[in-house]
């Protein structure tokens, strides 16, 4: 199977159901990948994977209050990354929570 990276970013309002949303997209982003920085996760995740990520996602999310940004990279881009103070990106056995 192919698999694409993924970076995920997302952004939510400062209040009591944005935090408990907050809350639940992180532990749902962390059953796709690898939590990296405080709103930030790297995922490498084929189509199917994907689809089902966007579709729980779509549930989730508040589009009027919250900001989830995803930049879909391939195996190059993923291979040119300058990291500092970390590790490279990398492909690991992801578990579908």
């Not at 993924?6 to 532990?27: E, F, S, V, W």
């Not at 189509?47 to 990279?73: G, H």
Request: include cysteine.
């Amino acid at each position: 199977m192919t698999t694409l990276f993924y970076l995920i970013i997302y952004d939510l309002p400062d209040n009591k159901a944005a935090n408990k949303r907050r809350n639940r997209l992180h532990k749902l982003l962390s059953g796709y990948g690898k939590w990296t920085q405080y709103s930030v996760f790297e995922c490498f995740l084929t189509a199917m994977q994907f689809a089902q990520l966007q579709s729980r996602l779509e549930i989730l999310i508040k589009p009027e209050e919250d900001a989830v940004r995803i930049y879909v990279l391939d195996a190059g881009a993923v291979k040119r990354t300058i990291t500092y103070g970390s590790e490279q990106p990398r492909q690991e056995t992801v578990l579908i929570l």
